[in-house]
Protein backbone atom coordinates (compact mmCIF):
# COMPACT_ATOMS: atom_id res chain seq x y z
CA UNK A 1 0.00 0.00 0.00
CA UNK A 2 0.88 3.45 -0.77
CA UNK A 3 1.43 6.39 1.73
CA UNK A 4 -0.90 9.10 1.91
CA UNK A 5 0.08 12.35 0.91
CA UNK A 6 -0.29 13.36 4.78
CA UNK A 7 2.13 10.30 5.98
CA UNK A 8 4.49 11.65 3.15
CA UNK A 9 4.54 15.94 4.35
CA UNK A 10 5.03 14.44 8.23
CA UNK A 11 7.90 12.70 7.39
CA UNK A 12 9.49 15.43 5.08
CA UNK A 13 8.67 17.82 7.95
CA UNK A 14 10.49 15.63 10.36
CA UNK A 15 13.35 15.05 8.12
CA UNK A 16 13.95 19.22 7.38
CA UNK A 17 14.17 19.14 11.34
CA UNK A 18 17.16 17.03 11.44
CA UNK A 19 20.52 18.59 11.93
CA UNK A 20 21.98 17.80 8.77
CA UNK A 21 19.35 19.69 6.88
CA UNK A 22 18.74 22.31 9.28
CA UNK A 23 21.73 23.42 8.38
CA UNK A 24 21.37 23.34 4.65
CA UNK A 25 18.91 25.76 3.19
CA UNK A 26 19.49 24.83 -0.18
CA UNK A 27 19.45 21.11 0.39
CA UNK A 28 16.15 21.52 2.45
CA UNK A 29 14.31 23.39 -1.04
CA UNK A 30 15.76 20.66 -3.17
CA UNK A 31 14.49 17.90 -0.75
CA UNK A 32 10.74 20.04 -0.19
CA UNK A 33 10.47 20.80 -3.83
CA UNK A 34 10.85 17.15 -5.32
CA UNK A 35 8.70 16.14 -2.63
CA UNK A 36 5.97 18.32 -3.15
CA UNK A 37 6.24 18.51 -6.89
CA UNK A 38 5.61 13.99 -6.85
CA UNK A 39 2.81 14.66 -4.65
CA UNK A 40 1.09 16.81 -6.54
CA UNK A 41 1.65 14.37 -9.52
CA UNK A 42 4.17 16.91 -11.68
CA UNK A 43 7.27 13.66 -10.65
CA UNK A 44 7.66 13.38 -14.51
CA UNK A 45 8.98 17.11 -14.81
CA UNK A 46 11.97 16.52 -11.91
CA UNK A 47 14.64 16.57 -14.73
CA UNK A 48 18.24 19.06 -14.86
CA UNK A 49 16.89 21.84 -16.71
CA UNK A 50 13.22 22.23 -14.90
CA UNK A 51 14.83 22.17 -11.29
CA UNK A 52 18.01 24.76 -12.22
CA UNK A 53 15.96 27.26 -13.97
CA UNK A 54 12.88 26.76 -11.35
CA UNK A 55 14.59 25.78 -8.11
CA UNK A 56 17.66 27.20 -8.61
CA UNK A 57 17.28 30.45 -10.60
CA UNK A 58 19.14 29.16 -13.34
CA UNK A 59 18.74 31.37 -16.51
CA UNK A 60 17.11 29.70 -19.67
CA UNK A 61 20.06 28.83 -21.40
CA UNK A 62 21.20 26.33 -18.83
CA UNK A 63 22.93 23.84 -19.87
CA UNK A 64 23.38 20.47 -17.65
CA UNK A 65 26.52 19.16 -19.07
CA UNK A 66 28.39 22.94 -18.41
CA UNK A 67 26.65 23.07 -14.87
CA UNK A 68 26.71 20.06 -12.56
CA UNK A 69 24.34 21.77 -9.86
CA UNK A 70 21.30 19.89 -9.66
CA UNK A 71 23.74 16.45 -10.11
CA UNK A 72 25.90 17.76 -7.15
CA UNK A 73 22.94 18.87 -5.26
CA UNK A 74 21.08 15.12 -5.57
CA UNK A 75 24.13 13.53 -4.70
CA UNK A 76 24.04 15.57 -1.31
CA UNK A 77 20.76 14.71 -0.80
CA UNK A 78 21.49 11.15 -1.49
CA UNK A 79 24.28 11.04 1.04
CA UNK A 80 22.44 13.29 3.95
CA UNK A 81 19.36 11.07 3.72
CA UNK A 82 21.63 8.09 4.04
CA UNK A 83 22.97 9.96 7.18
CA UNK A 84 19.46 10.54 8.14
CA UNK A 85 18.10 7.10 8.37
CA UNK A 86 21.30 5.88 9.61
CA UNK A 87 20.59 8.05 13.09
CA UNK A 88 17.76 5.68 13.46
CA UNK A 89 15.06 8.25 13.94
CA UNK A 90 12.09 7.08 15.86
CA UNK A 91 8.54 7.62 14.83
CA UNK A 92 8.67 7.27 10.86
CA UNK A 93 6.01 5.70 9.09
CA UNK A 94 7.59 6.74 5.52
CA UNK A 95 11.13 5.99 3.89
CA UNK A 96 12.27 8.70 1.30
CA UNK A 97 14.46 8.04 -0.76
CA UNK A 98 16.04 9.32 -4.38
CA UNK A 99 17.26 6.75 -6.72
CA UNK A 100 20.09 7.37 -8.20
CA UNK A 101 20.18 8.57 -11.91
CA UNK A 102 16.60 10.09 -10.88
CA UNK A 103 15.12 13.44 -9.66
CA UNK A 104 11.96 12.00 -8.42
CA UNK A 105 11.86 10.85 -5.48
CA UNK A 106 10.40 7.12 -3.97
CA UNK A 107 8.22 6.72 -1.00
CA UNK A 108 8.00 3.63 0.76
CA UNK A 109 6.38 2.61 4.13
CA UNK A 110 8.29 1.71 7.29
CA UNK A 111 7.55 -2.10 7.78
CA UNK A 112 8.23 -2.06 11.56
CA UNK A 113 8.49 -6.00 11.95
CA UNK A 114 11.67 -5.66 10.13
CA UNK A 115 14.99 -3.78 9.30
CA UNK A 116 15.44 -2.09 6.12
CA UNK A 117 18.37 -4.02 4.46
CA UNK A 118 20.58 -2.01 2.43
CA UNK A 119 21.30 -3.90 -0.74
CA UNK A 120 24.70 -4.24 -1.06
CA UNK A 121 26.41 -2.25 -4.41
CA UNK A 122 27.06 -4.33 -7.33
CA UNK A 123 30.93 -4.64 -7.65
CA UNK A 124 32.99 -6.78 -10.22
CA UNK A 125 36.45 -8.75 -9.43
CA UNK A 126 38.55 -6.62 -11.24
CA UNK A 127 42.30 -8.41 -11.79
CA UNK A 128 44.65 -7.73 -8.90
CA UNK A 129 48.00 -6.75 -9.17
CA UNK A 130 51.13 -6.24 -7.36
CA UNK A 131 54.50 -4.41 -8.02
CA UNK A 132 57.63 -6.17 -6.54
CA UNK A 133 60.61 -3.73 -5.39
CA UNK A 134 62.71 -3.67 -8.60
CA UNK A 135 66.42 -5.17 -7.82
CA UNK A 136 69.47 -2.88 -8.97
CA UNK A 137 71.98 -5.57 -10.14
CA UNK A 138 74.81 -2.96 -10.17
CA UNK A 139 77.59 -3.37 -7.61
CA UNK A 140 79.31 0.30 -8.67
CA UNK A 141 78.27 1.85 -5.33
CA UNK A 142 76.22 4.83 -7.54
CA UNK A 143 73.73 6.06 -4.64
CA UNK A 144 71.38 8.11 -7.34
CA UNK A 145 70.71 4.79 -9.61
CA UNK A 146 70.44 2.79 -6.97
CA UNK A 147 67.80 5.01 -5.01
CA UNK A 148 65.90 5.20 -8.41
CA UNK A 149 65.65 1.74 -9.22
CA UNK A 150 64.10 1.50 -5.24
CA UNK A 151 61.72 3.91 -6.17
CA UNK A 152 60.80 2.19 -9.41
CA UNK A 153 57.92 0.12 -8.52
CA UNK A 154 55.96 2.70 -5.75
CA UNK A 155 55.84 4.90 -9.35
CA UNK A 156 54.79 2.14 -11.40
CA UNK A 157 51.94 1.28 -8.30
CA UNK A 158 50.66 4.72 -8.61
CA UNK A 159 50.67 4.90 -12.11
CA UNK A 160 48.94 1.69 -12.21
CA UNK A 161 46.01 1.90 -9.58
CA UNK A 162 44.82 5.24 -11.79
CA UNK A 163 43.62 2.57 -14.06
CA UNK A 164 39.99 1.96 -12.93
CA UNK A 165 39.77 -1.85 -14.19
CA UNK A 166 42.61 -2.99 -11.89
CA UNK A 167 43.12 -3.64 -8.02
CA UNK A 168 46.58 -2.85 -7.26
CA UNK A 169 47.79 -3.77 -3.72
CA UNK A 170 49.39 -1.35 -1.68
CA UNK A 171 53.25 -0.88 -2.04
CA UNK A 172 53.39 -0.43 1.59
CA UNK A 173 51.89 -4.35 2.09
CA UNK A 174 54.48 -5.12 -0.78
CA UNK A 175 57.21 -3.91 1.24
CA UNK A 176 56.28 -5.39 4.16
CA UNK A 177 56.48 -8.86 2.98
CA UNK A 178 59.80 -8.38 1.39
CA UNK A 179 61.73 -7.32 4.52
CA UNK A 180 60.24 -10.74 5.71
CA UNK A 181 62.61 -12.42 3.23
CA UNK A 182 60.07 -14.64 2.23
CA UNK A 183 59.94 -17.20 -0.85
CA UNK A 184 58.01 -16.01 -4.54
CA UNK A 185 55.76 -18.55 -3.37
CA UNK A 186 54.81 -17.61 -0.16
CA UNK A 187 54.79 -13.43 -1.23
CA UNK A 188 52.36 -15.04 -3.72
CA UNK A 189 49.74 -16.84 -1.35
CA UNK A 190 50.24 -13.78 0.97
CA UNK A 191 49.62 -11.30 -1.25
CA UNK A 192 46.75 -12.90 -3.34
CA UNK A 193 47.53 -11.17 -6.58
CA UNK A 194 46.70 -12.63 -9.50
CA UNK A 195 49.67 -10.44 -11.73
CA UNK A 196 53.26 -9.74 -10.40
CA UNK A 197 55.17 -7.63 -12.10
CA UNK A 198 59.17 -7.47 -11.33
CA UNK A 199 61.71 -6.11 -12.68
CA UNK A 200 65.58 -5.32 -12.54
CA UNK A 201 67.91 -2.73 -13.54
CA UNK A 202 71.87 -2.33 -14.90
CA UNK A 203 73.76 0.38 -15.79
CA UNK A 204 75.23 -0.07 -19.44
CA UNK A 205 77.76 2.92 -19.73
CA UNK A 206 75.24 5.72 -20.06
CA UNK A 207 72.17 4.50 -20.11
CA UNK A 208 69.95 2.53 -17.47
CA UNK A 209 68.73 -1.04 -18.98
CA UNK A 210 64.96 -1.83 -17.49
CA UNK A 211 63.88 -5.23 -17.85
CA UNK A 212 60.27 -6.09 -16.52
CA UNK A 213 57.98 -8.98 -16.25
CA UNK A 214 54.50 -9.86 -15.60
CA UNK A 215 53.37 -13.01 -14.42
CA UNK A 216 50.63 -15.08 -13.33
CA UNK A 217 51.16 -16.29 -9.71
CA UNK A 218 48.62 -18.91 -9.89
CA UNK A 219 50.71 -21.40 -11.89
CA UNK A 220 53.99 -18.79 -12.27
CA UNK A 221 53.30 -18.32 -16.14
CA UNK A 222 54.93 -15.24 -17.50
CA UNK A 223 52.76 -13.43 -19.28
CA UNK A 224 55.03 -10.51 -20.57
CA UNK A 225 58.31 -9.36 -20.37
CA UNK A 226 60.53 -6.36 -22.42
CA UNK A 227 63.30 -4.31 -21.65
CA UNK A 228 63.45 -0.38 -21.49
CA UNK A 229 66.48 2.10 -21.58
CA UNK A 230 66.56 5.01 -20.02
CA UNK A 231 69.69 7.80 -19.88
CA UNK A 232 71.93 7.29 -16.73
CA UNK A 233 72.54 11.23 -16.17
CA UNK A 234 71.45 12.32 -13.11
CA UNK A 235 70.33 15.58 -14.45
CA UNK A 236 67.75 13.53 -16.81
CA UNK A 237 67.57 10.37 -14.62
CA UNK A 238 64.24 11.09 -12.91
CA UNK A 239 62.70 12.18 -15.65
CA UNK A 240 63.21 9.27 -18.01
CA UNK A 241 61.82 7.44 -14.93
CA UNK A 242 58.99 9.19 -15.42
CA UNK A 243 58.48 8.44 -19.42
CA UNK A 244 59.38 4.87 -18.46
CA UNK A 245 56.81 4.51 -16.19
CA UNK A 246 53.93 5.88 -17.85
CA UNK A 247 55.32 2.99 -21.17
CA UNK A 248 55.38 0.35 -18.85
CA UNK A 249 51.80 1.19 -16.91
CA UNK A 250 50.33 1.70 -20.22
CA UNK A 251 51.91 -1.61 -21.38
CA UNK A 252 50.50 -3.35 -18.56
CA UNK A 253 47.28 -1.82 -17.51
CA UNK A 254 45.70 -0.05 -20.65
CA UNK A 255 42.76 -1.18 -22.55
CA UNK A 256 44.56 -3.63 -25.22
CA UNK A 257 47.67 -3.91 -22.57
CA UNK A 258 48.83 -7.35 -21.64
CA UNK A 259 46.29 -7.96 -18.67
CA UNK A 260 43.43 -7.00 -20.34
CA UNK A 261 44.63 -9.30 -23.59
CA UNK A 262 44.96 -12.18 -21.27
CA UNK A 263 42.20 -11.43 -19.66
CA UNK A 264 40.09 -11.41 -23.25
CA UNK A 265 41.80 -14.66 -24.27
CA UNK A 266 39.63 -16.28 -21.39
CA UNK A 267 36.33 -14.22 -21.44
CA UNK A 268 35.80 -14.94 -24.89
CA UNK A 269 35.14 -18.68 -23.85
CA UNK A 270 32.30 -17.74 -21.45
CA UNK A 271 28.74 -16.81 -22.64
CA UNK A 272 27.62 -14.30 -23.13
CA UNK A 273 24.58 -13.75 -20.70
CA UNK A 274 27.46 -14.80 -17.90
CA UNK A 275 29.26 -11.95 -18.24
CA UNK A 276 30.01 -9.14 -15.56
CA UNK A 277 30.71 -5.67 -16.21
CA UNK A 278 34.57 -5.91 -16.29
CA UNK A 279 34.47 -8.74 -18.68
CA UNK A 280 31.65 -7.31 -20.93
CA UNK A 281 34.29 -4.36 -21.37
CA UNK A 282 36.50 -6.67 -23.00
CA UNK A 283 34.20 -7.88 -24.86
CA UNK A 284 33.50 -4.14 -25.89
CA UNK A 285 37.14 -3.46 -26.88
CA UNK A 286 37.34 -6.43 -29.25
CA UNK A 287 34.20 -4.59 -30.92
CA UNK A 288 35.94 -1.54 -31.26
CA UNK A 289 39.55 -3.07 -33.18
CA UNK A 290 36.85 -3.85 -35.86
CA UNK A 291 33.60 -2.21 -35.32
CA UNK A 292 31.21 -4.22 -37.97
CA UNK A 293 27.97 -4.11 -38.22
CA UNK A 294 27.36 -7.67 -36.57
CA UNK A 295 29.38 -6.91 -33.61
CA UNK A 296 27.75 -3.32 -32.70
CA UNK A 297 24.66 -5.22 -32.95
CA UNK A 298 26.10 -8.21 -30.36
CA UNK A 299 27.93 -5.80 -28.38
CA UNK A 300 24.30 -3.82 -28.10
CA UNK A 301 22.66 -6.47 -27.29
CA UNK A 302 24.65 -7.03 -24.47
CA UNK A 303 24.58 -3.86 -22.97
CA UNK A 304 21.07 -3.11 -23.11
CA UNK A 305 20.82 -6.59 -21.14
CA UNK A 306 23.44 -5.45 -19.23
CA UNK A 307 22.04 -2.03 -18.08
CA UNK A 308 17.92 -3.36 -18.06
CA UNK A 309 19.50 -5.64 -15.26
CA UNK A 310 22.00 -5.93 -12.74
CA UNK A 311 23.82 -2.98 -14.09
CA UNK A 312 21.20 0.21 -14.17
CA UNK A 313 23.53 2.00 -11.58
CA UNK A 314 26.79 0.95 -13.17
CA UNK A 315 28.54 4.16 -14.70
CA UNK A 316 30.93 2.44 -17.35
CA UNK A 317 28.11 0.10 -18.56
CA UNK A 318 25.38 3.46 -18.86
CA UNK A 319 28.55 5.01 -20.55
CA UNK A 320 29.61 2.52 -23.06
CA UNK A 321 25.83 1.72 -23.74
CA UNK A 322 25.71 5.62 -24.58
CA UNK A 323 29.10 5.53 -26.99
CA UNK A 324 27.44 2.22 -28.78
CA UNK A 325 24.05 4.59 -29.68
CA UNK A 326 26.78 6.87 -31.07
CA UNK A 327 28.27 3.73 -32.90
CA UNK A 328 24.26 2.74 -33.97
CA UNK A 329 23.60 6.17 -35.50
CA UNK A 330 27.19 6.56 -37.56
CA UNK A 331 25.48 2.68 -39.23
CA UNK A 332 22.63 4.54 -39.76
CA UNK A 333 20.30 2.58 -37.35
CA UNK A 334 19.34 5.98 -35.37
CA UNK A 335 18.35 9.70 -36.04
CA UNK A 336 20.26 12.17 -34.74
CA UNK A 337 17.21 13.28 -32.28
CA UNK A 338 17.08 9.21 -31.27
CA UNK A 339 20.81 9.25 -30.49
CA UNK A 340 20.83 12.93 -28.84
CA UNK A 341 17.91 11.55 -26.53
CA UNK A 342 19.30 8.34 -25.32
CA UNK A 343 23.14 9.23 -24.99
CA UNK A 344 21.63 12.53 -22.98
CA UNK A 345 19.69 10.50 -20.17
CA UNK A 346 22.54 7.83 -20.08
CA UNK A 347 25.53 10.36 -20.00
CA UNK A 348 23.72 12.27 -17.07
CA UNK A 349 22.97 8.93 -14.96
CA UNK A 350 26.73 8.46 -15.54
CA UNK A 351 27.53 11.82 -14.32
CA UNK A 352 25.37 11.20 -11.35
CA UNK A 353 27.59 7.72 -10.68
CA UNK A 354 30.68 8.37 -11.34
CA UNK A 355 31.62 12.01 -13.36
CA UNK A 356 35.27 11.28 -13.48
CA UNK A 357 35.49 7.45 -15.28
CA UNK A 358 37.37 7.67 -18.38
CA UNK A 359 34.00 5.85 -20.07
CA UNK A 360 31.84 8.60 -18.66
CA UNK A 361 34.40 11.63 -20.03
CA UNK A 362 34.11 9.58 -23.73
CA UNK A 363 30.60 9.39 -23.12
CA UNK A 364 30.38 13.21 -22.38
CA UNK A 365 33.09 13.99 -25.53
CA UNK A 366 30.21 12.34 -27.58
CA UNK A 367 27.50 13.93 -26.65
CA UNK A 368 29.24 17.18 -26.83
CA UNK A 369 29.88 16.46 -30.50
CA UNK A 370 26.49 15.82 -31.59
CA UNK A 371 25.17 18.86 -29.60
CA UNK A 372 27.68 20.53 -32.16
CA UNK A 373 30.02 21.99 -28.88
CA UNK A 374 33.71 22.08 -29.94
CA UNK A 375 35.26 23.53 -26.68
CA UNK A 376 33.42 20.72 -24.42
CA UNK A 377 35.03 17.93 -26.56
CA UNK A 378 38.01 19.50 -25.93
CA UNK A 379 37.62 19.46 -21.86
CA UNK A 380 36.73 16.15 -21.79
CA UNK A 381 39.79 15.20 -23.40
CA UNK A 382 41.71 17.24 -21.15
CA UNK A 383 40.48 15.74 -18.48
CA UNK A 384 41.08 12.37 -19.48
CA UNK A 385 44.70 13.38 -20.14
CA UNK A 386 44.97 14.97 -16.09
CA UNK A 387 43.26 11.66 -14.78
CA UNK A 388 45.45 9.24 -16.41
CA UNK A 389 47.94 9.80 -18.97
CA UNK A 390 48.94 6.27 -19.41
CA UNK A 391 45.95 5.24 -20.58
CA UNK A 392 46.68 4.49 -24.51
CA UNK A 393 43.23 4.04 -25.99
CA UNK A 394 40.98 6.63 -23.93
CA UNK A 395 43.63 9.25 -25.21
CA UNK A 396 43.26 7.74 -28.24
CA UNK A 397 39.71 7.74 -28.43
CA UNK A 398 39.53 11.24 -27.11
CA UNK A 399 42.23 12.55 -29.63
CA UNK A 400 40.08 11.54 -32.57
CA UNK A 401 36.81 13.01 -31.05
CA UNK A 402 38.54 16.62 -30.50
CA UNK A 403 39.58 15.82 -34.50
CA UNK A 404 36.09 15.35 -35.99
CA UNK A 405 35.03 18.65 -33.77
CA UNK A 406 37.45 20.54 -35.93
CA UNK A 407 40.55 20.82 -33.64
CA UNK A 408 43.20 18.95 -34.92
CA UNK A 409 46.00 20.72 -33.54
CA UNK A 410 45.18 19.31 -30.06
CA UNK A 411 43.31 15.94 -31.17
CA UNK A 412 46.35 15.13 -32.88
CA UNK A 413 49.09 15.99 -30.36
CA UNK A 414 47.36 13.82 -28.20
CA UNK A 415 47.22 10.74 -30.84
CA UNK A 416 50.61 11.86 -31.28
CA UNK A 417 51.65 10.96 -27.63
CA UNK A 418 50.41 7.27 -28.23
CA UNK A 419 51.21 6.57 -31.04
CA UNK A 420 55.00 6.80 -29.36
CA UNK A 421 54.19 4.29 -26.84
CA UNK A 422 54.06 1.74 -29.54
CA UNK A 423 50.99 0.30 -28.29
CA UNK A 424 48.22 -1.42 -29.86
CA UNK A 425 44.72 0.71 -30.48
CA UNK A 426 42.49 0.13 -33.18
CA UNK A 427 44.23 1.69 -35.77
CA UNK A 428 41.15 3.51 -37.27
CA UNK A 429 41.89 6.34 -34.99
CA UNK A 430 44.92 7.01 -37.36
CA UNK A 431 42.33 8.45 -40.12
CA UNK A 432 42.51 11.71 -38.21
CA UNK A 433 45.60 12.30 -39.80
CA UNK A 434 44.32 11.48 -43.17
CA UNK A 435 41.93 14.17 -42.53
CA UNK A 436 43.90 16.35 -41.55
CA UNK A 437 45.97 16.21 -44.40
CA UNK A 438 42.94 16.81 -46.83
CA UNK A 439 42.07 19.64 -44.70
CA UNK A 440 45.43 20.81 -45.56
CA UNK A 441 45.22 20.36 -48.89
CA UNK A 442 48.72 18.15 -48.39
CA UNK A 443 47.05 15.23 -50.90
CA UNK A 444 50.37 13.16 -50.58
CA UNK A 445 50.36 12.91 -47.00
CA UNK A 446 46.82 11.74 -47.38
CA UNK A 447 47.05 9.07 -49.40
CA UNK A 448 50.35 7.75 -47.65
CA UNK A 449 48.74 8.21 -44.03
CA UNK A 450 46.43 5.42 -45.23
CA UNK A 451 48.41 3.58 -47.98
CA UNK A 452 48.68 0.47 -45.27
CA UNK A 453 44.95 0.66 -44.42
CA UNK A 454 42.05 -1.76 -44.90
CA UNK A 455 38.95 -2.31 -43.35
CA UNK A 456 37.03 -5.34 -43.45
CA UNK A 457 33.26 -5.29 -42.23
CA UNK A 458 33.92 -2.05 -41.13
CA UNK A 459 31.84 0.59 -43.33
CA UNK A 460 32.18 3.50 -41.78
CA UNK A 461 35.61 3.40 -42.23
CA UNK A 462 35.55 1.92 -45.86
CA UNK A 463 33.14 5.20 -46.59
CA UNK A 464 36.25 7.80 -45.21
CA UNK A 465 38.45 5.88 -47.40
CA UNK A 466 36.29 5.99 -50.73
CA UNK A 467 36.06 10.12 -49.95
CA UNK A 468 39.55 10.52 -49.52
CA UNK A 469 40.77 8.64 -52.51
CA UNK A 470 38.17 10.53 -54.39
CA UNK A 471 39.47 13.91 -53.33
CA UNK A 472 42.93 12.80 -54.16
CA UNK A 473 41.71 11.80 -57.91
CA UNK A 474 42.48 8.05 -57.14
CA UNK A 475 39.51 7.17 -58.63
CA UNK A 476 39.99 3.06 -59.12
CA UNK A 477 40.44 2.71 -55.01
CA UNK A 478 37.84 5.37 -54.34
CA UNK A 479 35.39 3.34 -56.11
CA UNK A 480 36.12 0.02 -55.02
CA UNK A 481 36.16 1.31 -51.02
CA UNK A 482 32.42 2.84 -52.34
CA UNK A 483 30.90 -0.47 -53.33
CA UNK A 484 32.53 -2.37 -50.59
CA UNK A 485 30.64 0.26 -48.02
CA UNK A 486 27.77 -0.31 -50.43
CA UNK A 487 27.83 -3.82 -50.19
CA UNK A 488 27.59 -3.56 -45.91
CA UNK A 489 25.25 -0.30 -45.82
CA UNK A 490 23.08 -0.01 -49.16
CA UNK A 491 22.40 3.31 -47.91
CA UNK A 492 25.78 4.06 -47.56
CA UNK A 493 24.98 7.29 -49.35
CA UNK A 494 22.75 8.77 -46.76
CA UNK A 495 24.14 7.82 -43.81
CA UNK A 496 27.37 9.36 -45.35
CA UNK A 497 25.45 13.15 -45.81
CA UNK A 498 24.27 12.73 -42.22
CA UNK A 499 27.54 12.45 -40.42
CA UNK A 500 29.69 14.88 -42.78
CA UNK A 501 26.73 17.42 -41.57
CA UNK A 502 26.78 15.95 -37.85
CA UNK A 503 29.96 14.77 -36.69
CA UNK A 504 32.36 16.83 -38.62
CA UNK A 505 32.66 20.15 -37.83
CA UNK A 506 35.13 21.56 -39.93
CA UNK A 507 33.24 22.77 -42.33
CA UNK A 508 35.68 23.27 -45.36
CA UNK A 509 36.31 19.54 -44.60
CA UNK A 510 32.87 18.26 -44.27
CA UNK A 511 32.23 20.72 -47.88
CA UNK A 512 35.32 18.69 -49.45
CA UNK A 513 34.52 15.60 -48.57
CA UNK A 514 30.40 16.54 -49.38
CA UNK A 515 31.62 16.96 -52.90
CA UNK A 516 33.04 13.21 -53.05
CA UNK A 517 30.18 12.03 -51.81
CA UNK A 518 28.36 13.84 -54.99
CA UNK A 519 30.55 12.16 -57.00
CA UNK A 520 29.60 8.98 -56.44
CA UNK A 521 25.51 9.77 -56.34
Given at each position: ??????????????????????????????????????????????????????????????????????????????????????????????????????????????????????????????????????????????????????????????????????????????????????????????????????????????????????????????VWSERFECSADEASMYSEQDRLVVLIASKVGSAYGVISLNEYSQVKRIAKNELNGYQARLC?????THMTREGLHDIRNLYENLVSGPYASDAQSLAILSQIYCDSFLFGELSLEQVQEKCALLVAK????????????????????????????????????????????????????????????????????????????????????????????????????????????????????????????????????????????????????????????????????????????
Amino acid sequence: MAPTAQQIHKTLEKILSHGTFHSSPKLSSFLRYIVEQTIDGQGSRLKQYTIATELFGKSDDFDPALDPIVRMQASKLRKSLDAFYQSEPEGLTVRITLPKGSYQPNFELVDKSSALVQQPLLEDAFPSIAVLPFTCLDNKGDSEVENMVASFHQELNLALSKFEQLTVLSSFRVDELMEEKLSLSEIKTALNAKYLLAGNARTLGNKIRVTVTLSESEHGRQVWSERFECSADEASMYSEQDRLVVLIASKVGSAYGVISLNEYSQVKRIAKNELNGYQARLCYLEYLTHMTREGLHDIRNLYENLVSGPYASDAQSLAILSQIYCDSFLFGELSLEQVQEKCALLVAKAMDYAPLNNEVLLAQAWWALLARKPQRVAGCAERIMQLNPSSTYTLGAAGWLVCLSGNFDYGLSTLKLISEREDYYPSWLKLATALNAVKQGDIDAALSSIELFYFEGNPLQTILLALIYKVADQHELAEQHWQEALLILPNASDVTEQLLTTILLDNALSDSLEQARQSFV
